[in-house]
């Protein structure tokens, strides 16, 4: 098993600055890609970024290219997501996950993650 937790949530104004951390712990060296995911209220969950295990793959959704930036230190068992340029539609809970089967693949569809985080709150006002 797998356990994944997110923290660096919090609250910031709109155009400012977080970083999420994701630490993993157990069973660390069966983890391949991390990806991070977002749940607004009332809304599915939504993918925001992915790197795969050397980091030579990522990927992000439209919405937060140019803004987000997600990086991996394998040494840390840590994944982060810097975000910047925040907007009150980046308020979200927001996810942590780690897939054990990708290969040197970075996914960007959830149900290709084994593990998840409890998830830590994020909300941008205006």
């Known amino acids: 098993q797998v356990q994944l937790v997110e923290s660096g949530g919090g609250l910031v104004q709109a155009g400012g600055s977080l970083r999420l951390s994701c630490a993993a712990s157990?069973?660390?060296?069966?983890?391949?890609?991390m990806g991070w995911f977002r749940q607004a209220p009332g809304k599915e969950r939504d993918f925001v970024g992915s790197?795969?295990?050397?980091?030579?793959?990522?990927y992000y959704a439209d919405s937060v290219k140019g803004r987000f930036t997600i990086s991996r230190d394998n040494a840390k068992n840590t994944v982060y997501l810097q975000m910047n340029s925040l907007k009150p539609e980046d308020t979200a809970v927001y996810y942590c996950a780690a897939d054990s089967t990708a290969g040197w693949r970075a996914p960007i569809s959830q149900y290709e993650y084994d593990y998840w985080g409890q998830g830590t709150q994020v909300t941008v006002s205006s």
């Open positions: 157990g069973r660390t060296f069966s983890i391949y890609a």
């Open positions: 790197i795969n295990l050397s980091g030579g793959r990522i």
